[in-house]
């Protein structure tokens, strides 16, 4: 019948040979060439602008270059084949797979020569190596933001995306801080691609999801899908 409505397809599997393909690749990469994929995809984001000015106009950009060095590092700890896990789950539905992640992401990086040795000398400073957001002077200013946001009714993001189904709060909130003035945005550096050396010693990055529960709580069915995702 060719009034028969045709069953409507997922993202993924209107995209699966393109996202297995890339997945596939993934798998294959190190930590290093994982952790320059990071850096080149948001590069080619920035060069994709045809000056400053346009690049202004896109936040997210903005936000991924300022923290570039701590994504690649990230990136790099967790490792190709759980990024892949990771990339392929919400590829089969964002909305869906967007809650129940655990609810810390550790990560550090240690000197490669003293790799097994748990002791003060053992780790990187990531405020020196990476800054950003590491860097005493962010984290102070973090801390005063955040209480802030405490005594603010905001929509919650993940991974840049809104989880409203219609948007409609936050373009509410949108619509309020265009009313009350928006702050300058000054362009960040594009930073130099991380080198995994530190005061010319080799370092790996490791990464741990960490699920916080009390003794009366108990993990909902998506947060033990995503530990058994992540966990493989």
């Not at 993202?11 to 996202?19: D, H, N």
């Not at 294959?28 to 400053?52: G, P």
């Not at 973090?142 to 991974?159: C, K, T, V």
């Not at 370092?203 to 960490?210: L, Y």
Request: some cysteine; hydrophobic content about 35%.
């Amino acid at each position: 019948d060719e009034h028969q409505p045709r069953p409507i397809r997922s993202f993924y599997e209107r995209r699966r040979p393109g996202i297995e393909s890339f997945l596939s690749t993934l798998t294959q990469m190190d930590n290093s060439s994982v952790s320059n994929l990071i850096y080149d995809a948001v590069k080619r984001r920035w060069d994709r602008h045809k000056d400053d000015r346009s690049r202004l106009k896109d936040p997210r950009l903005l936000r991924d270059v300022t923290e570039l060095r701590t994504l690649t590092l990230i990136a790099s700890g967790l490792g190709s084949i759980a990024l892949a896990r990771i990339f392929r789950t919400l590829c089969f539905d964002y909305r869906h797979w967007s809650g129940g992640l655990p609810d810390l992401f550790l990560v550090r990086a240690m000197y490669s020569s003293m790799a097994g040795l748990v002791n003060s000398e053992s780790f990187v400073d990531l405020a020196d190596w990476i800054g950003e957001g590491f860097s005493l002077g962010h984290i102070d200013e973090e801390n005063i933001q955040s209480h802030i946001n405490m005594l603010i009714d905001r929509d919650d993001e993940f991974l840049g995306c809104s989880k409203n189904a219609d948007g409609s709060a936050s373009q509410q909130q949108f619509s309020s801080k265009k009313k009350r003035g928006a702050a300058k945005v000054e362009l960040p550096t594009f930073p130099e691609k991380l080198e995994f050396s530190h005061m010319k010693r080799n370092v790996i990055s490791e990464s741990m999801f960490v699920e916080v529960k009390s003794a009366n709580d108990r993990l909902s069915e998506r947060q033990e899908d995503w530990l058994s995702i992540l966990e493989g």
